[in-house]
């Protein structure tokens, strides 16, 4: 079936951590929920081959901000966030200096990366989803029939991780050998995400609230790295000492900032550059928390 197909019927699928919950088939423009086999698929459509914005967790993106000084930029960055210092992750890119009368100054950037939605999101409406969701099937399936990759887009509502964050729609690619999809640390996902919700965004638009995933490899992803967060968050207590993760990029590192934010044992930071930037877990003392 070509991209342009339009497939037999659409569904919905909810899903949190531990189970899938609410199921939905749509036809035409009416929307019904109902429960369903959990290996069912929800909304397929196959691709034979000839071939302030949001992060896609719901959380506003990471902005970076100037000031003369990274205290006078954090204090910027915060206001225009809605967020207070505890709700985001604060990474100094630019100390900034002062020059000799005016000459040579430079101004101090920081970049504030939000752990925390500022405000509820307001709710959109059945039939504004129903769009988002088929106009985003629609522009994958065509890239992927572009591709000449033979796979089923199952598209379902992820849960929101808190009643602040908004839950996106997931596309969850599936089929034979589409770790080319995937690429190096998740790269090549990452860029097909991004074509999927610009063209998405365009359409519609709007701000198209999705993430493009490949087998759930996201899903199990996230899983991992917030095992991995606990592991050596409970490794630097032990030692008493500052535990340095390998590089990852900025979505994962996101995951582990969030996923230790509320423990009052430790704190985290990010340090390095570009594909070296990694995450420190920083045990704190008693005195401290």
């Given amino acids: 079936m070509g991209a342009s197909a339009s497939p037999a019927s659409w569904g919905f699928r909810r899903q949190n951590r531990t189970r899938r919950v609410d199921r939905g088939e749509e036809t035409g423009s009416k929307v019904e929920d109902r429960r369903g086999s959990r290996d069912q698929p ?22 970076d901000v100037t000031g003369s000084t990274p205290e006078e930029a954090i204090e910027k960055g915060l206001s225009q966030l809605g967020l207070t210092r505890n709700d985001v992750i604060v990474e100094i890119i630019e100390e900034g200096r002062g020059g000799l009368a005016g000459i040579g100054a430079r101004e101090a950037v920081v970049r504030l990366i939000p752990l925390r939605a500022p405000h509820p999101a307001p709710a959109e409406s059945e039939e504004d989803t129903a769009e988002e969701a088929e106009v985003a099937h629609e522009v994958l399936a065509d890239l992927l029939e572009r591709m000449r990759v033979e796979a089923t887009i199952y598209v379902y509502r992820a849960e929101p991780a808190s009643p602040e964050e908004i839950a996106p729609w997931v596309l ?7 770790g080319i999809l995937i690429g190096r640390r998740g790269e090549t996902l990452s860029a097909l995400q991004y074509l999927t919700r610009l063209i998405t965004s365009r359409r519609l638009e709007r701000r198209a609230n999705i993430v493009v995933d490949v087998e ?13 967060a606990q592991q050596m968050a409970a490794e630097a207590r032990r030692r008493g000492r500052t535990v340095t993760l390998e590089p990852m990029p900025p979505n994962e590192r996101r995951i582990i900032h969030i996923a230790l934010r509320d423990d009052e044992t430790v704190t985290t930071e990010s340090v390095g550059e570009g594909e070296h930037r990694r995450v420190t877990i920083i045990p704190l003392r008693r005195s401290e928390h």
């Fill in 172 to 178: 969850d690619i599936q089929g034979p050998d589409l």
């Fill in 42 to 63: 929800v909304s397929r459509l196959l691709t034979k081959g000839r071939g302030h914005t949001m992060s896609e967790n719901g959380l506003p993106q990471a902005i």
């Fill in 216 to 228: 759930g490899y996201k899903s199990r992803r996230e899983v991992s790295l917030r095992r991995l």
